[in-house]
């Protein structure tokens, strides 16, 4: 209605105006109007009022004014009411923004240039406790840790450089404690383009923050795992033929990983010559069947190193079930394989040693009364008699025998130590004069012998078998001359060093005896070999391979280890270590004190399941002037104590026999005869006179094979 009654207004405003130019045309009024008219050249003139003074005029004109009044009445009219409904979709958004930052979980800041809130929502008020009246107003620096305020500073820089925008990550306290939190700032500009204030969404970031820890300490860990376990991970993109390796892979390879992108080619070129076919192979067939990979090969290092190397790998497949790939890890066993085969050579060495012990004993027993028999058939005979020097000739071929049988237990560790405190340098120096006479002219004897060296438990003469037997395996690598040297050391040998040469020794103090030569030396293979028994190098007739081998016996027998060091064409040298001992240095007595005479009239319970030892025992013992009683078993000894009333003086035993052993037998005699004394023999002995091979202090024994005159010259000693 408003709308038609404004289009009238303007209608007769229209015709105002058109009537008003007619008029101007042909009016009449006043003489003076008339003849203007005339002069101007109207034709005709009618003297009326004038226009403005008609009743119509004033109709017209409040009709014209009435319209503009209508216009500028509907202009007002439509800007209140758009306003209105401006302003309405204002609180409508506001509301819904509103909504929106107080029910978000994200946090929603305005700060300005100066750091001070302008607008915090309700989400950032609960996670730091804080009424929006508190924090509006404040600077946030406070509630950043001080240690990530410099990284805070540098993404506010970032704002002012396009694209006006920053990520940042900082730690801030809050009700709960230090939170970390993830802020993306975004610039707000004014009308001039200044920035004015910030406006940043942030979120807690804390859970995954101590996630990101937990892997990088995890992967840290795993590094390490793989660096402690000399272990090298792999993937293998079957369709590339290109790997991926681990820093950790490069170097089990001895690898750098600057050598640039890698393939199966590069890994297989790595692999020993002689294990290349086998691990091909390997690696074909787990392709073809697609199975995983586990096995072992050895790798060349670029500067010849060879190591040995488990790989173990699980096949990877696509959606369609097609093999694409693998990956995997590689383990250096280097050290697992040396071990292996140490065990592997002690394993075959304790059971040659028990094999060759057993042996040794039995041998000794015949020897006993081979040498025995000759020895009392000699002491019918004078020099002169031909017989006697035919018997002379089989008692020094028992005698070598003897010898073999003492290197033998020496090998399997079964012969009886007699263990003191002992300086090493003494047995040098006075051994070197017996060097002097081993050695040729054209080999220069050298000593070089460490002042405040450790004292050791050792059996001397022993010892003396090691230096000799050592002395003369240099001597034979030296054929046309060179220096030998010969020297001892204090040392600490520490884990690591034991772990990868001696797994069986603890670490801590030893004294090292080392001989060393100028000779041919040996190859890895032979090294292997030295000290496995009747192994040598020398030629058919030269050697009986029981040097070595000998020594290494003795060596373990005393608690210690030998290493040798050898490269062709550059000598050899034989360290020994011998565990350091407390204590003070023990004396040797350098003669043993004759009885007066090796005749007695004493009784004496000779206990030995051997019969040709014990009739020859009984009858050299009755021979000279003993009352013997003889026994065949330790039951049968026991029966013959208990009968006998009178006073039984010594009991003569073996050490090894099927019912008891001799110490067993002499504590059961000892509750009868309570005086009784008592002489082991034995061809070879166990825990119960020694712990593991060591004479205990203050026992009385008899090596097997024996002399007639040993028999009765220690019967006598400790009767």
């Known amino acids: 209605m408003m709308m038609i009654k404004v289009k009238i207004l303007g209608l007769g405003l229209s015709l105002f105006l058109l009537l008003s130019d007619v008029i101007r045309m042909t009016a009449s009024g006043t003489h003076n109007i008339m003849v203007w008219n005339v002069r101007e050249g109207a034709l005709q003139f009618t003297s009326t009022p004038f226009w403005w003074q008609t009743w119509w005029f004033y109709v017209l004109f409040i009709i014209g004014v009435l319209g503009i009044f209508g216009l500028i009445y509907q202009a007002k009219a439509n ?65 950043v840790h001080k240690d990530d305020r410099g990284c805070t500073a540098k993404a506010m820089e970032a704002l002012f450089q396009p694209p006006y925008t ?89 690898l750098s990983p600057d050598i640039g992108e890698t393939n199966y080619d590069t890994w297989l070129q790595r692999v020993h010559p002689d294990d290349r076919a086998e691990a091909e192979y390997q690696v074909n067939k787990a392709v073809e069947q697609k199975s995983d990979l ?3 090969f050895r790798v060349v290092w670029p500067d010849g190193t060879i190591r040995w190397i488990n790989d173990v790998g699980k096949s990877v497949f696509d959606d369609k079930g097609e093999m694409v790939g693998m990956y995997g890890i590689q383990i250096d066993i280097t050290e697992r394989k040396q071990l292996e085969a140490q065990l592997r050579q002690s394993q075959k060495m304790e059971s040659i040693g028990r094999l060759a012990g057993g042996i040794a004993h039995d041998f000794n027993n015949i020897l006993v009364p081979i040498i025995s028999y000759v020895e009392l058939g000699m002491m019918n005979l004078t020099p002169d008699d031909k017989m006697y020097s035919y ?42 004069k017996m060097v002097q006479r081993l050695i040729m002219e054209d080999i220069e004897l050298q000593t070089f012998l460490d002042p405040i060296l450790y004292p050791v438990k050792a059996d001397r003469g022993q010892i003396e078998q090691v230096l000799m037997n050592l002395v003369v395996n240099a001597r034979d690598a030296m054929p046309t001359g060179g220096k030998l040297t010969i020297e ?27 001989v060393s030569d100028t000779g041919h030396g040996m190859d890895t293979a032979t090294q292997q070999q030295i000290f496995e028994p009747f192994f040598t190098t020398k030629m058919q007739g030269k050697g009986t391979g029981l040097g070595l081998a000998t020594v290494f016996g003795i060596v373990k027998q005393h608690g210690g280890n030998i290493f040798v060091h050898s490269e062709p064409g550059n000598g050899t040298t034989f360290k020994v ?16 004190t004759e009885p007066a005479s090796i005749y007695g009239t004493e009784t004496i319970l000779v206990v030995e399941d051997e019969e040709m030892v014990r009739k020859l025992v009984c009858e050299t013992l009755a021979a000279h002037g003993y009352k013997v009683i003889e026994a065949q078993s330790p039951h049968d000894g026991l029966r013959l104590a208990s009968e006998y009333k009178k006073t039984i003086h010594l009991l003569l035993t ?20 309570s005086d009784i004394k008592v002489l082991y ?6 825990d119960v006179i020694a712990h593991h091979g060591i004479l205990k202090e203050g026992t009385s024994f008899l090596q097997k094979p024996f002399t007639v005159h040993a028999l009765t010259r220690k019967v006598k000693q400790v009767i």
Request: charged share 25%.
């Open 166 to 254: 920053a990520y940042m990550e900082q730690r801030a306290m809050t009700k709960d404690g230090w939170r970390w939190l993830g802020w993306m700032d975004t610039a707000v500009f004014d009308e001039a383009g200044n920035i004015t204030a910030v406006v940043g969404v942030g979120r807690d970031i804390t859970e995954r923050k101590q996630i990101e820890k937990a892997l990088q300490e995890n992967r840290v860990r795993s590094s390490q795992a793989l660096k402690a376990a000399q272990a090298g991970a792999w993937e293998w993109n079957m369709a590339t033929n290109q790997t991926i390796w681990s820093e950790e892979n490069y170097l089990v390879l001895g």
């Open 488 to 514: 001892t050391a204090s040392m600490y040998l520490d884990e690591a060093y034991v772990k990868r040469y001696a797994d069986d020794q603890p670490s801590g103090h030893y004294a090292m005896l080392a």
């Open 681 to 686: 023999m034995s061809g070879y002995t166990d």
């Open 391 to 432: 018997l002379q000739q089989v008692r020094d071929a028992a005698e070598r025998a003897a010898d073999l049988t003492r290197q033998i237990l020496a090998f399997s560790r079964r012969q009886v130590l007699e263990i003191k405190i002992v300086d090493i340098n003494v047995i040098v120096i006075e051994f070197e």
């Open 577 to 592: 270590y011998l565990p350091r001992a407390e204590g003070t240095v023990q004396t040797y007595e350098t003669a043993v």
């Open 79 to 143: 800007q209140l009411k758009a306003e209105r409904a401006a302003a309405a979709l204002i609180r409508q958004s506001e509301a819904k923004y509103r909504l929106l930052v107080e029910n978000q979980t994200d946090l929603i800041v305005k700060v300005d240039m100066e750091g001070r809130f302008q607008f915090v929502s309700l989400s950032y008020c609960k996670l730091f406790g804080k009424t929006e009246e508190e924090l509006l107003g404040s600077s946030f620096t406070p509630l």
């Open 654 to 673: 073996d050490v090894i026999m099927p019912e008891m052993n001799g110490q067993e037998l002499y504590q059961k005699v000892a509750f009868v005869h």
């Open 294 to 296: 586990n096995i072992e």
